[in-house]
């Protein structure tokens, strides 16, 4: 089973949100999921606030993102160079901000937090349906079955 990977440094700096929804979006269609799959848009999603936190709440000069398309599990890394972990917490009704993490918890199958020795990854999974991929075949899945022999 082949796998695909995009890895990308950028600036800590607010656009690079934008800029890694475009990578990640630009990277999953080149491997064959359908543009307009909702699976596409949750990954993307997820993507951008992983970002976002490590931009706004973090302040780190650089943030690494790893996207990587395996079968049909999708893995996205976000790294940064601060050694303090998120929390998971409910924000207040009138709160503008601090929903990053749930909406990744809400969209991924899996999702993590690890310390680094430069720091720490954020990253997500993602499950991708048979009916998101244009061709099943270009992934390696044929008869509608899964990596795991599974029928989809």
Same mark, same amino acid.
């Given at each position: ?77 976000? +790294?940064? !160079?601060?050694? %303090?972990? *998120?929390?998971? @917490? /409910? ?30 990854? +954020?990253? !997500?999974?993602? %499950?991708? *349906?048979?009916? @998101? /991929? ?19």
């Amino acid at each position: 089973m082949e796998t695909h990977r995009h890895s990308f440094v950028l600036p800590g700096e607010p656009h690079a949100v934008a800029d890694t929804r475009h990578r990640v979006f630009g990277a999953l269609c080149r491997w064959g999921l359908q543009a307009d799959s909702d699976v596409l848009h949750s990954i993307e999603l997820a993507a951008s606030e992983l970002v976002t936190n490590a931009v706004k709440h973090v302040g780190s000069k650089h943030v690494s993102v790893d996207v990587q398309l395996c079968g049909r599990l999708v893995r996205i890394d976000v +790294c940064d !160079a601060s050694h %303090e972990l *998120p929390r998971l @917490a /409910l924000p207040g009704a009138v709160d503008e901000s601090g929903r990053g993490l749930i909406i990744v918890a809400a969209l991924a199958t899996r999702y993590d937090v690890e310390l680094t020795p430069t720091g720490k990854r +954020c990253w !997500a999974e993602f %499950e991708v *349906p048979l009916q @998101a /991929l244009r061709s099943p075949n270009h992934l390696g899945l044929t008869d509608a079955r899964t990596p795991e022999g599974k029928v989809g």
